[in-house]
């Protein structure tokens, strides 16, 4: 009767944790992430045959997947998988985990989760800027002619490349000497127009073959020597003629001959992507197309029936990898600059070799604060989590989330928050990333199971029920053993 006594107490005090563990479980059906937990049941040592009571075994986490909600806020974001997501605590920086991926932008501009934790990720490692003007590296309303966009990807690294310029419709002007690379204006912006036409095209090449060994594009300069049949240019009706991509170009005898050969240079240069000179003492015509590896046809130059020597003294070359972007590029600049315009062009890139390593950082979401635009707030844009801040046009790569799993994930100790430390049990983190997906504008739900909870609980409650009776039946039966003993 003593022994029931015990027994009974047992299970009061194994079912009272019980009902405490489940009624955690049930309050918790909304928690985001949240992962239920399930406890178990052990007898105790057995005595003359039967047993002494019962014990509580384990209190274990539940680490199924949740099921996933669509949130359409562009913060959140659930692992659909194994793993966890990386945060540190403010003040101390430990590194603890969750799979609430809830997150927001602290006023700090920092990537936060909703315990304020700094959410922890991979960052660009550099962004490269090529400027007019060395005292613009950031964008600002001066430039307001888009020219570029790209998100570059491959097992090495993510790059996005953004450039804008200054208004050249506006700022550019006639300009040149004539003979000497002369530019109308319209000549001028359909040059700029043809460079940034070549240079979106270059770099979607380089996106399909971003890890190539860089080598630089180079231009075609043709040369047309005029000095054995210049002096029969005496006459009105005297000419020279040049076929351009099966085009003529025609230039009468106007005045001298210095004059007509620098109106033939003029009537070149303002063909789209051509510039000419002409050095009107030696009558050496020299041709140079403005984008990098385009082929130009030039043949059949003559002075009147005469035929002149054409030479290609360089050819276009294509040039492979980010060398070709990098030659696209620099002829836009000077295109841009020459017509009195800025361009400036951002790339930034953020590198995956090593990953695997969890060497993270905070990820800041301010462009003000990253020195990529002086508009402060971007629209956050978060793809498998690769996190992009849109301005505009332009869409600026500034961070990756990383995902951490463990060998044992039961021996991760809970903190509460949502959060889990690592234990000698659990083993250190290792990179989750083939483990898993990242869903945006997504959550993870709880685990915790409402019906399940609650028949539980009934369960939990009769049994505690019932070992009350046990302890009670046992006490009477003691004060009737007593009464007879007197």
Do not use: C
């Not at 003029?266 to 984008?291: E, F, P």
């Not at 070359?317 to 990098?326: C, E, P, R």
């Amino acid at each position: 009767m003593i022994s029931a006594l015990w027994n009974g107490y047992s299970g009061l005090n194994a079912f009272e944790k019980a009902l405490n563990v489940e009624s955690n479980n049930s309050t918790n059906v909304n928690t985001i992430g949240h992962k239920a937990d399930d406890i178990r049941f052990e007898d105790m040592m057995y005595q003359y045959g039967y047993g002494m009571g019962t014990n509580i075994d384990s209190i274990s986490k539940v680490m199924t997947q949740g099921n996933l909600k669509l949130t359409n806020n562009t913060y959140d974001v659930a692992i659909e998988g194994k793993g966890y997501f990386m945060v540190s605590d403010r003040k101390t920086n430990e590194t603890f985990y969750t799979r609430a991926g809830n997150f927001y932008m602290a006023e700090d501009g920092l990537l936060q989760s909703q315990n304020g934790m700094k959410v922890l990720g991979l960052t660009p490692q550099s962004n490269s800027v090529v400027s007019s003007n060395s005292a613009k590296t950031q964008f600002d309303e001066t430039l307001t002619n888009s020219v570029v966009s790209k998100t570059i990807s491959n097992d090495n690294f993510l790059q996005t490349i953004n450039a804008r310029a200054t208004n050249y419709n506006t700022t550019a002007v006639n300009k040149g000497l004539s003979g000497e690379g002369y530019k109308t204006k319209s000549a001028q912006i359909a040059d700029i127009e043809a460079l940034i036409a070549d240079y979106k095209s270059k770099i979607d090449l380089y996106s399909s073959t971003s890890t190539a060994i860089p080598s630089p594009s180079t231009s075609q300069i043709t040369n047309i020597d005029m000095s054995t049949s210049m002096n029969q240019l005496v006459g009105e009706n005297d000419f020279i003629k040049i076929k351009i991509n099966n085009e003529d170009v025609i230039q009468f005898f106007d005045t001298n001959i210095e004059t007509t050969l620098k109106k033939l240079s003029d009537k070149i240069s303002d063909i789209k992507g051509l510039s000419s000179s002409i050095n009107t003492t030696t009558g050496m015509l020299t041709i140079n197309s403005l984008i990098p590896a385009k082929e130009v046809l030039i043949k059949d130059a003559q002075i009147n029936e005469n035929y002149l020597s054409t030479t290609n003294l360089q050819e276009a070359k294509l040039g492979s990898g980010i060398g070709l972007v990098n030659s696209s590029r620099e002829a836009l600049k000077s295109a841009l600059e020459f017509s009195n315009a800025e361009l400036l062009d951002i790339t930034s890139t953020l590198s995956l070799v090593g990953q695997e390593s969890l060497s993270v950082n905070e990820i800041q979401l301010k462009l003000a604060n990253l020195n990529l635009s002086k508009n402060t707030f971007g629209t956050i844009e978060i793809n498998d989590g690769v996190i992009f801040l849109k301005d505009g046009d332009n869409k600026f790569i500034v961070g990756k989330l990383q995902t951490a799993h463990f060998t044992n994930e039961q021996g991760l100790d809970p903190q509460g928050d949502n959060i889990y430390q690592t234990t000698a049990e659990s083993g250190r983190a290792f990179y989750a990333g083939k483990l898993n997906k990242l869903v945006s504008s997504s959550l993870e739900l709880s685990t915790s199971n409402l019906g399940n909870s609650l028949t539980n609980l009934l369960v939990y409650q009769k049994a505690f029920e019932a070992n009350s009776k046990s302890i009670t039946t046992s006490d009477e039966m003691l004060k009737t053993a007593i009464e007879l003993k007197k």
